[in-house]
């Protein structure tokens, strides 16, 4: 009876690692696209500071998938998978800056809010380098909403 609920509790966190595969690289996608199309007066720190973001996520979004294929799941590796699996969405391409920087601020927090779940099944499976890896997402992602967040006043 323990090992079904042991795959029960693995393929969950699949789920959530798989989720994050989507949502990373949907959200690297939507930082590109505002790093080309910023406008205005914070041109500059905001060019720089989306290019720090996607390349950040860049990695997180190659240490989920890594997780995953360690674990024997299989990541979403399409445009197509990535979208029909993603809480978040991609940019409209009609966002101006203020609409960038909240809108990052609100993906940020739903990453941060979703590896939390992914935090509390990984820790009751005893997949502490899941549990670690989704803390790291967290920690980082709940600071970057903070700092759009002070940005904006």
Do not use: C
């Not at 803390?135 to 967040?149: G, S, V």
């Amino acid at each position: 009876m323990a090992k079904a609920t042991n795959k029960v509790e693995s393929t969950s966190v699949e789920q959530v690692l798989n989720r994050q595969v989507a949502n990373l690289n949907v959200l690297y996608v939507k930082i590109h696209n505002y790093h080309w199309y910023v406008k205005g007066e914070q041109f500059f720190s905001l060019h720089v500071k989306f290019e720090e973001l996607y390349d950040e996520v860049t990695e997180k979004m190659d240490e989920v998938a890594e997780r995953l294929l360690s674990i024997k799941g299989q990541p979403a590796a399409t445009l197509k998978e990535y979208l029909e699996i993603a809480t978040i969405q991609e940019a409209t391409g009609k966002e101006d800056t203020r609409a960038m920087v909240q809108t990052l601020i609100e993906d940020f927090t739903t990453v941060a809010e979703e590896v939390t779940e992914g935090i509390e099944l990984a820790e009751e499976g005893t997949d502490h380098p899941t549990a670690d890896l989704f803390i790291k997402i967290r920690t980082d992602f709940e600071k970057h909403a903070w700092m759009l967040r002070s940005f904006l006043g």
